[in-house]
């Protein structure tokens, strides 16, 4: 229901040229990226960071930062210099890149946007929660060198592609962790005495995890949500009393008609009133 409503809320607010249009979503994955996935081959928490939420944390590094590597054309990126004038809070980020992808890949809307990034964004903030996490585990680690050694080669080994993974997701009954967690620790020679303690920290930790990891797609999607039910109210006020039929009209007479409709040119008033004519079907179903 709200993909219905978005996109009349978006065909209301955008002139009758959309008809028939394409939107090419590759193109507009290319030019999103090269606003949000700023070093992702070496941080896949990047669009998360960058275009999704704060509670991502900031991006490892802010110097030298250049846009991703989007293949040999460039035509659809936003350039370097672009990127300085970008704002740095992540919600207004998105907006801002928005704003600059659907100007540069012609036929593209904000629902296009929403279709083709948001899961990429969703995804790259489980990246973050789990580096979060793992960053908070090394630091507790650092205080006794023995046991940051240890902590670290039962972790790598625990989280993993063949045991719990990197996102927990084979150890989230308590049952399969145990399992691994014993493997682990039985490989790793003269960590005895720090058993206890890092199980409890690896065991928290997963824990963390997956609640951040709920936490922030929750987030992201009532943000997404609250911004459609925006632009659903903004297209039911362009229906009262007709204004945003009469607006239509308006224009198209300004900009389109010879004459400007103006008195004793009456075809152009009624060309230009069928033009518009979306408008009432819009409206009657948007009540």
């Known amino acids: 229901m709200f993909k219905k409503f978005a996109f009349l809320a978006i065909f209301l607010a955008i002139a009758p040229n959309l008809a028939h249009a394409v939107c090419s979503r590759a193109n507009l994955t290319r030019c999103l990226d090269s606003v949000c996935a700023i070093n992702v081959s070496t941080n896949p928490a990047a669009r998360c ?3 999704g939420t704060t509670n991502a944390g900031e991006p490892p590094t802010k110097n030298g930062i250049k846009s991703v590597s989007v293949g040999a054309s460039t035509k659809f990126n936003v350039s370097d210099k672009e990127l300085k004038s970008a704002p740095s809070d992540p919600g207004q980020r ?3 890149a928005t704003t600059k992808c659907i100007e540069r890949v012609t036929d593209c809307t904000p629902d296009d946007v929403s279709d083709v990034y948001d899961k990429l964004i969703e995804q790259s903030c489980t990246a973050a929660g789990i580096n979060a996490q793992m960053a908070t585990l090394h630091s507790k680690a650092t205080k006794k060198k023995t046991q940051t050694a240890c902590s670290g080669e039962i972790s790598a080994c625990l989280m993993g592609d063949k045991k719990c993974a990197s996102d927990f997701s084979a150890c989230i009954n308590d049952a399969d962790f145990n399992k691994f ?3 682990c620790s039985a490989e790793s020679t003269g960590c005895d005495d720090y058993i ?3 199980r409890a920290e690896l065991l928290s930790s997963r824990d963390a995890v997956v609640k951040n990891a709920d936490a922030i797609l929750e987030s992201i999607v009532k943000s997404y949500a609250d911004a459609r039910e925006n632009r659903i109210n903004n297209a039911r006020a362009k229906c009262t009393n007709n204004s945003g039929r009469e607006t239509c009209i308006k224009q198209i007479c300004e900009n389109r008609m010879a004459n400007k409709c ?4 009456n075809d152009e008033k009624s060309m230009a009133t069928q033009l518009c004519k979306y408008y009432d079907t819009a409206c ?3 009540k």
Do not use: D, H, K, N
């Not at 103006?262 to 040119?265: E, K, L, Q, W």
């Open 196 to 198: 206890s303690a890092i």
């Open 284 to 286: 009657a179903t948007l």
């Open 181 to 183: 967690f014993a493997a």
């Open 94 to 96: 998105y907006v801002w």
């Open 262 to 265: 103006a008195a004793g040119f």
């Open 49 to 51: 960071q960058y275009c």
